[in-house]
């Protein structure tokens, strides 16, 4: 099963007033080793415990619930969270998604999951460790598209992260998720497709053992990012579910000794 063909996001509005709370975290630019020559960041939180990357959705690195959820994160986990731009502002804009053929074009020339992993290991990963320390466990998260950028990092050969999270994530197959080389918890909303088959995929059944489904049911696709609706009680009690669950799999998984 794939979600490769299908475009992401087409069900469910996005949230255009403001959400409730205010973010805390800093804009800042890295120097980059791509053609790019700088890579804008969100940081939030400064605590050691583990530095977190995060991939943020289709709709980019200025939507506000996507920074309050990495705000709250670092808070939970003790840590740093770092949201790069791995689009450098040509974020996906238009909703819903009428023309499936420019959106596979946008995919392809703006949000090629190959061109984030790069920046993440060539630029954030280095980053990380001089602001960290070598010693600091890393991890990365991911939403909708981030949520395929987690599953195909986690299979490379060079990962440098001991677990991932898919937040209701997008365009990952079973094959994607076959290959994974740390664990992964993959939490898909009520109307994203069927997950939990694709850790049974997973060939090495000790690391499978270690990852984790969990699908959240009420809300739709997107209700961490900017389908987020914060004012409704209940879409910000499953987005705090959602960052609890995602801490607790990150701490479980790079408890040190």
Same mark, same amino acid.
């Given at each position: 099963?794939?979600?490769?063909?299908?475009?992401? *996001?087409?069900?469910? #509005?996005?949230?255009?007033?403001?959400?409730?709370?205010? #973010?805390?975290?800093?804009? =800042?630019?890295?120097?980059?080793?791509?053609? $790019?020559? %700088?890579? +804008?960041?969100?940081? #939030?939180?400064?605590?050691?415990?583990?530095?977190?990357?995060?991939?943020?959705?289709?709709?980019?690195?200025?939507?506000? %619930?996507?920074?309050?959820?990495?705000?709250?994160?670092?808070?939970?986990?003790?840590?740093?969270?770092?949201?790069?731009?791995?689009? @450098?502002? @040509?974020?996906?804009?238009?909703?819903?998604?009428? $023309? =499936?053929?420019?959106?596979?074009?946008?995919?392809?020339?703006?949000?090629?999951?190959?061109?984030?992993?790069? $920046?993440?290991?060539?630029?954030?990963? +280095?980053?990380?460790?001089?602001?960290?320390?070598?010693?600091?466990?890393?991890?990365?998260?991911?939403?909708?598209?981030?949520?395929?950028?987690?599953?195909?990092?986690?299979?490379?050969?060079?990962?440098?992260?001991?677990?991932?999270?898919?937040?209701? +994530?997008?365009?990952?197959?079973?094959?994607?998720?076959?290959?994974?080389?740390?664990?992964?918890?993959?939490?898909?909303?009520?109307?994203?497709?069927?997950?939990?088959?694709?850790?049974?995929?997973?060939?090495?059944?000790?690391?499978?053992? @270690? *990852?984790?489904?969990?699908?959240?049911?009420?809300?739709?696709?997107?209700? *961490?990012?900017?389908?987020?609706?914060?004012?409704?009680?209940?879409?910000?009690?499953?987005?705090?579910?959602?960052?609890?669950?995602?801490?607790?799999?990150?701490?479980?998984?790079?408890?040190?000794?």
């Amino acid at each position: 099963m794939s979600l490769k063909d299908e475009a992401c *996001c087409r069900q469910g #509005t996005p949230v255009d007033h403001p959400p409730v709370g205010a #973010t805390v975290g800093t804009v =800042q630019k890295l120097q980059s080793s791509s053609a $790019d020559s %700088q890579l +804008p960041i969100y940081k #939030t939180g400064s605590g050691r415990r583990v530095g977190i990357v995060a991939a943020y959705d289709i709709f980019g690195f200025e939507v506000e %619930q996507t920074r309050l959820f990495c705000d709250e994160l670092a808070a939970a986990v003790d840590g740093t969270v770092v949201m790069p731009d791995y689009f @450098r502002g @040509r974020a996906w804009k238009q909703f819903p998604i009428e $023309d =499936q053929a420019e959106f596979f074009k946008w995919i392809g020339e703006v949000a090629d999951a190959g061109k984030a992993i790069r $920046d993440t290991f060539d630029t954030v990963i +280095p980053y990380m460790r001089q602001q960290l320390g070598d010693d600091c466990p890393v991890a990365i998260i991911g939403f909708c598209w981030g949520g395929w950028v987690v599953a195909l990092t986690l299979a490379d050969s060079s990962n440098p992260f001991a677990c991932g999270v898919g937040l209701h +994530p997008s365009r990952q197959s079973a094959e994607d998720i076959a290959k994974i080389r740390a664990p992964i918890a993959l939490f898909p909303a009520e109307n994203d497709p069927e997950m939990a088959e694709f850790l049974d995929g997973i060939p090495d059944k000790e690391l499978a053992a @270690r *990852c984790l489904h969990k699908r959240f049911i009420g809300v739709q696709h997107g209700f *961490c990012t900017k389908r987020s609706d914060r004012e409704k009680p209940d879409t910000l009690a499953k987005v705090q579910e959602a960052n609890r669950d995602t801490a607790e799999f990150i701490l479980e998984r790079t408890r040190r000794n």
